[in-house]
Structures are given as structure tokens and as C-alpha cells.
């Protein structure tokens, strides 16, 4: 990497290869601020935590990333009805190819362009995104490892962009711009460099003293943990006061049904257990107001303006914001699914166990107590962490698996939830999209063992997933990857003239035999009031 300040190659690159400048920021931007001003496909890697959150937690939301996809190096996989679209920009053809369509599998796809991918070092001390490929890999990429043979319905079963532009913001305030340059593709990098220069230009300002210089010391603290800053909830328009409603795709009685049909299976030992999900259907937003002399908005800023709405009372580690062609997915994840460090170190950290707060501190003290002692609770969450070190075990070295802490419960906004973290090594050369394909889906959204558990959901549940319960995330060109399990998400898919198709958001648990049905119906109308309730709506089942 070098900086605006005097091109340098680090000592392992030579001049001349692909490299990441980078441009320090005097003021901290509000990254849902410049996603507003950006017209272009873009992701929003959103990190926040409420006060009083774990230290644990803490480390998991250091780093805030706002990555555009028009960039010059440009590149896309998009994986739809089991037919790669790969489309390519001039400038990233020598490493990618031209574009193409190719009928093979996902990851296989995956595999290739990260393998030709250039690797780049870390553009800040502590960041492991150094650009890459950023987006999301949806629930039916399960067909790929044994799963349920199913599409998404009305769009891609993954869309990942690599992008070459990106902003980065650290939890304690830090911020910097960063962009690929290649001296061999001069335009596209006077391109970068240009665009680098006006982030820095649009969020200076003159009325607010330079940050001081100097890196991210690193580590965050056991306080409030914002990376990019979520504004008050009056920073942001509000909710109209109206309550409409989100309906189920299937009623309460027949959602209870279905899990005393998992309760079934399990008695007869083709499971030990089930994730049943459903989802709701959510009303469109309206269009937010503008002032009298406030310029004409895009048909889909309302849509950012209610995830900005949504996160102002809800942080979470793992937030998200895809503006992806057709699509806007809004994330209010708290979960992990694998994040592989660039040394090959690998981490899982899996959420069984939901609790909602209480707004009397005794009551949410006492809620708290009673899902740590919970046994079912504790029983879900062991089974999910016996198979995601089966998982891990599948691509890890032998003997480097491990259990690093077992069911501790971590209190965000509107939940208190069990987590638990495995870990272990990979062996060195390993391949990421390999790596992720083994563990995937997310065992804490498919239940044990994995391929039975699946097909009976599947059957139970009679639709596709989509977005949720995959992965949003990235891969980054320094070989880390980072991706969280697509819960608490509102996806929303948009015709070409701009109307919605369908606004879906999912929501399950974890069955086991010691489950009672109207326990997880109502465990399934706690996880959706995070989101329901910023966009003024609820669950009506």
C-alpha cells in the first residue's frame, strides 16, 4: 500500500504491482451520509454495539466499511437460476477474464476468481478488508454441499462485486479512503486516485478540528462501541406512527403445527434438531419527506433512510446495507458465521438462545438469569458448536479445533442471546471459497446433523430462504474473509420500473424435542421486532 503523501511499495511488492493507496481523513464521515450521496451499487458493513456490551463482543465491531462497486477494476459474480454471470470492466480483464456465463456451481466459480484475485496487503494496521470481493452468498447455495435442491425466488443465489474503492472507519473515531492503483492500467488508477481526492474533499469540514494524526492504537473499549458513528434517532427522519402489519407466510397455527412435526422427526431420530423459519411480508415505506426547497429524492433513498432508522435503535455487530441492482438487503445481524484471518486462523461464533428485554432493569436482570441456566437453550446451542467443529474439522490441520467459550450471553438492544465461539488453523494455501463451502449453511440456521435437518425444514417450510439465513460479507484480496449469518433481514426486491416485487423479512428457532410450539412461535415474533418496529410495522400471524 502507499499513501497520497509519496508512493512506496511495502518490501514483499514490487512497484508496479496492484496496490492500495490510502487516504487519511481529517473528519470522521457518517457513512450513511455518503452511502445517500453515492448512486451506485454499494454495501454498508455497518459495526455497533449498545452500552455495557462484552468486551468479546466488542473486538467483533472495530471496523465499519462503506465499499462502492462502479469503480475502474470493477467485477461481478452473480450466481441465478444455477447459470454464473461473471461480467468484468477493461481494467480487471487480465485478472479475471472477459465476461462470461458459465453453468457451474457457485463456490466452484468463487474458488476461481478469489484464486485470481491479486493479493493485497491490509491498508490499515488492525483492518483486515484490504478491498476485494464484498456481498452476500443466499441460503440455497446449500444445494451445492447435500442440501434442499432450490433456487431463490425473484432473484440471485449470490451477487458479490469486486470493488476497488472503499472508506473505512475505525469504532474509536479514526477514518481513512482507500483505492486500488495498478501502474499498469494508468487511466484506471488517475480514476482511483481522483475519486480518492473527492471523498477527502466531501468530508472535510471546515468547521470541525482535524482528528489528530496517527493510527487506530487498536482493541475496542468496554463502552459504547460505534464504528461510523449511528446517530441519535432524531438524526434521522422517524417512523410515520402508524402500525402496519407484516404478514406471515403461513399462520400462527400452522407455524406450530410444523414444529410439533419437527418434534416428530426428532422422536424418531432423523434429527436432533431443526431450524424452522418462516417469513413475513413487509409494507413498502413511504417515501420520505423532503422540505420545501429540498431536491427531488431517488425512489430508493427511503429505503436507506428506514435501515437508518432501524440501526439508530438497534446497533449490532454485523449490520448491513446492500443497494445490489435490483435488490436492497437491511441487516441487523449479531451473528457470526466464519471469519478466516489472512494467517489462516478460522473462527466460528454461533447464536442459539434468544431472550427479549425488559424495560424494567430487575425483570431484564432476571430474564438474562434464566436463558444462562437455561438447559434447553444451552442443549440448542451445544448441538450447533458440536457441528460447527465437525465443520471446521472438514478443511482446519488436525488437532487445532477447539471450544474458545461455551455459551455466554451477550445483551444487545432488543435481546439478550447465548454465543459460544469454535476456533481453529487452517493449513496454509487454503482456499477460501473451499473453506466456506464446507461450513455452509450456517449450522445455527439448519440444525443437526445438517442434511437431514435441512430437508425436513425444507419439506415444513415449502419456499426458499433467499438472502436470509446465508451470508453477507467479503472476501478480502489479503485472504481474510469476514461474513455474518444473514438474520433479522429485510430483503426487498425491486421490479425494473422501481416497484417492489416483494419485501420479505425471515424469522425462525431451533426445534428440539424438549421444544413446545407456542414457545417458538412467540420466540419467532421476538426476532422480528428489532426490525419491525424501526420500519412501523409488526408481525401479524
Same mark, same amino acid.
Given at each position: 500500500?502507499?499513501?497520497?503523501?509519496?508512493?512506496?511499495?511495502?518490501?514483499?511488492?514490487?512497484?508496479?504491482?496492484?496496490?492500495?493507496?490510502?487516504?487519511?481523513?481529517?473528519?470522521?464521515?457518517?457513512?450513511?451520509?455518503?452511502?445517500?450521496?453515492?448512486?451506485?451499487?454499494? $454495501?454498508?458493513?455497518?459495526?455497533?454495539?449498545?452500552?455495557?456490551?462484552?468486551?468479546?463482543?466488542?473486538?467483533?465491531?472495530? +471496523?465499519?466499511?462503506?465499499?462502492?462497486?462502479?469503480?475502474?477494476?470493477?467485477?461481478?459474480?452473480?450466481?441465478?437460476?444455477?447459470?454464473?454471470?461473471?461480467?468484468?470492466?477493461?481494467?480487471?480483464?487480465?485478472?479475471?477474464?472477459?465476461?462470461?456465463?458459465?453453468?457451474? %456451481?457457485?463456490?466452484?466459480?468463487?474458488?476461481?476468481?478469489?484464486?485470481?484475485?491479486?493479493?493485497?496487503?491490509?491498508? $490499515?494496521?488492525?483492518?483486515?478488508?484490504?478491498?476485494? +470481493?464484498?456481498?452476500?452468498?443466499?441460503?440455497?447455495?446449500?444445494?451445492?454441499?447435500?442440501?434442499?435442491?432450490?433456487?431463490?425466488?425473484?432473484?440471485?443465489?449470490?451477487?458479490?462485486?469486486?470493488?476497488?474503492?472503499?472508506? #473505512?472507519?475505525?469504532?474509536?473515531?479514526?477514518?481513512?479512503?482507500?483505492?486500488?492503483?495498478?501502474?499498469?492500467?494508468?487511466?484506471?488508477?488517475?480514476?482511483?486516485?481522483? +475519486?480518492?481526492?473527492?471523498?477527502?474533499?466531501?468530508?472535510?469540514?471546515?468547521?470541525?478540528?482535524?482528528?489528530?494524526?496517527?493510527?487506530?492504537?487498536?482493541?475496542?473499549?468496554?463502552?459504547?462501541? $460505534?464504528?461510523?458513528?449511528?446517530?441519535?434517532?432524531?438524526?434521522?427522519?422517524?417512523?410515520?406512527?402508524?402500525?402496519?402489519?407484516?404478514?406471515?407466510?403461513?399462520?400462527?397455527?400452522?407455524?406450530?403445527?410444523?414444529?410439533?412435526?419437527?418434534?416428530? *422427526? /426428532?422422536?424418531?431420530?432423523?434429527?436432533?434438531? $431443526?431450524?424452522?423459519?418462516?417469513?413475513?411480508?413487509? %409494507?413498502?415505506?413511504?417515501?420520505?419527506?423532503?422540505?420545501?426547497?429540498?431536491?427531488?429524492?431517488?425512489?430508493?433513498?427511503?429505503?436507506?433512510?428506514?435501515?437508518?432508522?432501524?440501526?439508530?435503535?438497534?446497533?449490532?455487530?454485523?449490520?448491513?446495507?446492500?443497494?445490489?441492482?435490483?435488490?436492497? /438487503?437491511?441487516?441487523?445481524?449479531?451473528?457470526?458465521?466464519?471469519?478466516?484471518?489472512?494467517?489462516?486462523?478460522?473462527?466460528?461464533?454461533? /447464536?442459539?438462545?434468544?431472550?427479549?428485554?425488559?424495560?424494567?432493569?430487575?425483570?431484564?436482570?432476571?430474564?438474562?438469569?434464566?436463558?444462562?441456566?437455561? !438447559?434447553?437453550?444451552?442443549?440448542?446451542?451445544?448441538?450447533?458448536?458440536?457441528? #460447527?467443529?465437525?465443520?471446521?474439522?472438514?478443511?482446519?490441520?488436525?488437532?487445532?479445533?477447539?471450544?474458545?467459550?461455551?455459551?455466554?450471553?451477550?445483551?444487545?438492544?432488543?435481546?439478550?442471546?447465548?454465543?459460544?465461539?469454535?476456533?481453529?488453523?487452517?493449513?496454509?494455501?487454503?482456499?477460501?471459497?473451499?473453506?466456506?463451502?464446507?461450513?455452509?449453511?450456517?449450522?445455527?440456521?439448519?440444525? !443437526?446433523?445438517?442434511?437431514?435437518?435441512?430437508?425436513?425444514?425444507?419439506?415444513? *417450510?415449502?419456499?426458499?430462504?433467499?438472502?436470509?439465513?446465508?451470508?453477507?460479507?467479503?472476501?478480502?484480496?489479503?485472504?481474510?474473509?469476514?461474513?455474518?449469518?444473514? /438474520?433479522?433481514?429485510?430483503?426487498?426486491?425491486?421490479? %425494473?420500473?422501481?416497484?417492489?416485487?416483494?419485501?420479505?423479512?425471515?424469522?425462525?428457532?431451533?426445534?428440539?424435542?424438549?421444544?413446545?410450539?407456542?414457545? *417458538?412461535?412467540?420466540?419467532?415474533?421476538?426476532?422480528?421486532?428489532?426490525?419491525?418496529?424501526?420500519?412501523?410495522?409488526?408481525?401479524?400471524?
Amino acid at each position: 500500500m502507499d499513501d497520497l503523501g509519496g508512493l512506496s511499495a511495502t518490501p514483499d511488492r514490487p512497484v508496479g504491482s496492484p496496490r492500495i493507496v490510502v487516504q487519511r481523513l481529517a473528519d470522521v464521515p457518517d457513512l450513511g451520509e455518503l452511502a445517500a450521496g453515492s448512486a451506485g451499487d454499494l $454495501v454498508w458493513l455497518d459495526s455497533a454495539l449498545p452500552a455495557g456490551a462484552p468486551p468479546a463482543a466488542s473486538r467483533r465491531a472495530a +471496523w465499519s466499511v462503506l465499499a462502492v462497486s462502479d469503480g475502474p477494476f470493477a467485477a461481478r459474480l452473480r450466481h441465478q437460476d444455477r447459470i454464473a454471470h461473471v461480467t468484468v470492466s477493461g481494467s480487471a480483464v487480465r485478472w479475471f477474464g472477459p465476461s462470461r456465463t458459465e453453468d457451474r %456451481p457457485a463456490f466452484a466459480v468463487l474458488d476461481d476468481l478469489l484464486h485470481a484475485t491479486p493479493t493485497l496487503d491490509e491498508p $490499515v494496521p488492525g483492518c483486515a478488508f484490504a478491498l476485494g +470481493w464484498v456481498g452476500f452468498l443466499g441460503y440455497e447455495l446449500g444445494r451445492e454441499v447435500d442440501g434442499p435442491d432450490r433456487t431463490a425466488d425473484g432473484h440471485a443465489d449470490a451477487d458479490l462485486r469486486f470493488v476497488d474503492r472503499a472508506v #473505512l472507519v475505525h469504532a474509536d473515531g479514526p477514518a481513512w479512503a482507500v483505492a486500488m492503483v495498478d501502474d499498469d492500467s494508468p487511466t484506471a488508477s488517475r480514476a482511483n486516485r481522483a +475519486w480518492l481526492a473527492e471523498v477527502r474533499a466531501s468530508t472535510t469540514r471546515d468547521d470541525v478540528p482535524a482528528a489528530s494524526p496517527g493510527l487506530p492504537a487498536g482493541g475496542a473499549t468496554d463502552d459504547v462501541v $460505534v464504528a461510523g458513528r449511528v446517530p441519535a434517532a432524531s438524526a434521522v427522519p422517524v417512523a410515520d406512527g402508524r402500525v402496519r402489519e407484516a404478514r406471515g407466510r403461513v399462520r400462527r397455527a400452522a407455524y406450530e403445527l410444523a414444529v410439533d412435526a419437527c418434534r416428530h *422427526e /426428532i422422536r424418531e431420530g432423523n434429527a436432533f434438531q $431443526v431450524c424452522l423459519t418462516t417469513a413475513f411480508a413487509v %409494507p413498502d415505506p413511504d417515501p420520505e419527506p423532503a422540505g420545501p426547497s429540498a431536491p427531488p429524492s431517488r425512489d430508493d433513498d427511503r429505503y436507506l433512510a428506514e435501515y437508518r432508522r432501524v440501526r439508530a435503535g438497534d446497533p449490532v455487530p454485523f449490520g448491513a446495507y446492500l443497494r445490489w441492482g435490483d435488490l436492497r /438487503i437491511a441487516s441487523r445481524s449479531p451473528e457470526r458465521f466464519l471469519r478466516i484471518d489472512a494467517d489462516g486462523g478460522v473462527l466460528a461464533e454461533p /447464536i442459539k438462545g434468544t431472550r427479549p428485554r425488559h424495560p424494567d432493569p430487575a425483570t431484564d436482570a432476571a430474564t438474562r438469569a434464566e436463558l444462562a441456566g437455561s !438447559a434447553k437453550d444451552r442443549a440448542e446451542n451445544v448441538m450447533i458448536v458440536d457441528l #460447527l467443529r465437525n465443520d471446521l474439522l472438514r478443511t482446519a490441520r488436525p488437532g487445532t479445533v477447539h471450544v474458545e467459550r461455551l455459551c455466554e450471553v451477550e445483551s444487545y438492544a432488543s435481546v439478550h442471546q447465548l454465543v459460544s465461539t469454535v476456533a481453529g488453523v487452517l493449513p496454509a494455501g487454503s482456499r477460501r471459497a473451499l473453506v466456506v463451502r464446507a461450513a455452509f449453511p450456517p449450522g445455527s440456521m439448519t440444525g !443437526a446433523p445438517k442434511r437431514s435437518a435441512t430437508a425436513i425444514a425444507d419439506r415444513l *417450510e415449502g419456499a426458499p430462504r433467499g438472502v436470509y439465513s446465508g451470508v453477507i460479507g467479503y472476501f478480502s484480496a489479503s485472504g481474510a474473509v469476514d461474513l455474518s449469518v444473514a /438474520i433479522r433481514t429485510l430483503v426487498t426486491v425491486l421490479r %425494473p420500473d422501481g416497484s417492489v416485487r416483494s419485501r420479505l423479512l425471515g424469522a425462525g428457532g431451533a426445534v428440539t424435542w424438549s421444544s413446545t410450539a407456542a414457545d *417458538e412461535a412467540d420466540e419467532v415474533e421476538t426476532k422480528t421486532r428489532s426490525v419491525l418496529g424501526g420500519v412501523g410495522a409488526a408481525a401479524h400471524w
